[in-house]
């Protein structure tokens, strides 16, 4: 058992080169000012192509799972329960493989909230330097505030004082937290910070992804998988508050918006492996071996990994079209002269097209949490064609709208004016300008 | 336990008043009224759709709801309905004092207890109405109550189940229970015992019970069907949970929270409890219906768990067992139970008549036979008892074939074809909510012209249609 997890990181890592997509979130990342990883990784496909990009963001979720895997191990527990703990982790990656910032931010997760829970001023201060670097390069550093501070929480009310490891803690978090603000350097600043968290998915009218969307699905599993060790073992099995506060507000993120389910695998799959550790096996083992040398043995698998897809894979040098984007809408409407005010159906749709097509402007995109509220109203009242929607369309001068060919809008629309000007299979994109 | 009966008495004042303005509220009782009316005369189950519709006449349909059909309509045609109403209220009252009395058994505090009561009525609120699904939560906690009593009572769960199956087809769930409870005590025993036999039996008698019916097989085939049905993204209670669902969230998320954080594994009912917990988290996610369901199976466990932090001897349990505390508990519960009583019968919402029940009769009235599309297919369960309204889909809604509720969603999405759905199936009028596209979209029309309006509901007439006959 003792490579398993290694195992599993390994197939983590395959699978995610094998499925080899875009995600479309990435596009809208790809630009963002706040965000230093997006120019990063379009550094890395004009000097080494796309297959390096994605080997690096499969090395990053391989390594992911193995850093929970160890911290499992850390623990005490044996190397059965971390294996258990890259599996479950593993189940709740699967639903968002493809290239996009949050590899980087999963395994910044992971790598901080091992750190958490080790003493001393070193695991201290890497810690602090690990979500420096995380808010450098990923949007979702703001977690690392809230797992310091319910770290912090728990820390103390454990210890029932404000000895030398909760003062630790305390400074953690303060970091965390100055650090986590640092990174909101654009404004709007609270909504930036909602965003990274998808706390904004909640905004009416907002890009929304359901933990479920009825009947049995893999996120739904994954989900129940870590639900089902967790209410069999208990979280507060080991005593400590903080994992129990840690996999409870991982638990309500990820029914918040299911993008949120990989830190929730990643981060509360090693304290349920090590609940249920804890209940069948009496002695408690820590790893011996440094971490330099395993951080070593990482590095020439990870190295190995890169150069066996850019060797196998074809050099491409430009991004592939992001899964369920409509590319095709987006370059008949941008062949048409002057502004175009975008409204898409599903609020995804309309990643990157600011940045890609310079006379688009969409209404909303995948950042609710930047729009003002004139726009989600908007967005809202014309999907559900509610309310006073064509006089708010008229307001935001909304002149283009992709949605599936059977909305609502779509024939409410046509029948007033607007006429088809492209389809691509599912879905439709009107302008206004045909006859009755 | 005592101060339990005064939480399920606040709620059973909550659902007084859902149970006893229902009737305006829920579509459904209309055409369960007509099916039990049915039974009652011809002394027999239908088997087929009738020509009170114009999509499916003929096809084959599995009344599952019978009994309950029968109650609604021999109550209703005695002018008895506040009788069904109050036996529904009754039924969960029943299934909450059950979730209460199974928690004591384990020992769990008065706290704890009280707790996981609460906790279960409000998973139970949303759902809750004078409903088939109602009377399923009673059979389901009997069964969940023999489980537990864990001795020869078993007989009277296997009955409980038959009962079940007659009232609705959520009985299937019964057999998963009993099997996974049967699998859990063959996992401790490590052998086959007296008790994993006797659980084994169970479970298979509740799987034979589930064909006790006058439906025999075709009931548990039609529940297996409507697992993969298309007609699921139609029904609201089908809907996928959310945690935005108020009963989800402070009903159910709030008992696997404390069974998460403590644990559920204690060492005697370690299997026999992680099987239920499992069926329990696994069925939450699929569709909202089965909130309260899950709520009754986990609620027990949550208060027994609970109750080791806070232990009967703790202080908060001592105040809660003085005579004072209780006589305090039962006054400010009929306070409260008084306060919802007054206040929800000026609630509109409530008290008044949502359903369309005017504009069906002013249709009704108007000569010839009409071929009636309702946006919302529960609608045109009041046109049943019309004789010259013959309806697209109606409440009844399982029997009808995957192609004519695809229609039905193409017209009420108002995708691009709505109108040529219409047309194709002979459509002369169109019962809409006035604030929706449909409604929107009719108005464009210059074939359809407004004939009916009030507050709420508008009817669409085709213009240039002659009136189909029934």
Redesign the interface.
Known sequence: MRYFAAIVAFAVATAFAARAQLLPEFLVQLRDPNLLGGPLLAFALKSSGYAFVLAICAVLSGGAVLLSAWRTRLRGASDTYAALAAVLATLCLTGRFGVTLDPIGWICAAGFALLLERKGRAATMTALALVAIWSLLQGGAPLAALLAVLAFAGAWIDARSFDRGVREKAVLAGGSILLGTLQLHALPWHAYGAHALYLDS?LAGAQRD???????TVN?LA??AI??T????????RERSGD?FT??AL??LA??DVRNLPYFGLLAAPIVAD?AAS?YVGERTVPGGSFIGYAAAFCACAFTFVATMIGTEPKAVFWPQAAEQPAHLLVVLAAERGEHRILCEQPRWCDGTREIFQHMRPLLDDRAGWAGATALRTQEDAV???GAWRSELAHEHVNAIIAK????????L???GWRLEGRDGARVLIVPGGTQ | MRIALAIVAIFCARFLMGAWYYAGHDGDLAWQQWLGAYILQHHHLPHRLGHETFTAPGAAWVPQEWAFSVAVAWFTQHGRFAILATLSVLAAAISLVIVAYRAHRRGASTFGIALATACTGFAMLQAFGVRAQIFGWLFFSIVLLVLDLENDWMLLGVVAVALWANVHASALIAPVIVGAWALGTWIEDRAWTVRVERNMVFAVGSLVAVCFTPLLWHLPLYAVNLETSVI??AIAE???????FPGFAWGLLPL??I???????APRE?WRD?ML??VA??IT???VRHIPLAAMIVAPMAAQ?ISSVVPSHARVNAVLQEHFSEALIYVCSALVCGIIVLDLAHVPQISGVTLPKNAIVTLANVPGTHNLYCEDFAWCSLALEQDNLRTFIDGRCDPFPTRVWSDYL?VE??????DRVLKRWNVDSVLVDK????A??LA??RDWHLFYRDRRYEIFLRQDIATAQR
């Open positions: 909640l359901h933990l479920w969307n009825g009947g049995i739904g989900f129940c639900l089902i967790g209410g069999w073992y208990g979280v507060r099995r129990a996999f409870f638990m309500l029914m918040i609940a209940y559900s064609t509610h060919r059977d909305a609502n809008i779509v024939s409410l046509t029948q007033t | 699921r993204s089908w809907q996928p949970t959310d945690l935005l696997l929270a069974c998460c954080y403590f644990g559920i594994a370690r992680g917990f499992a988290a696994l996610g699929i569709a768990r193409a999405r108002v995708s691009p074809k709505w604030n929706n596209s449909l929107q979209a464009l029309r």
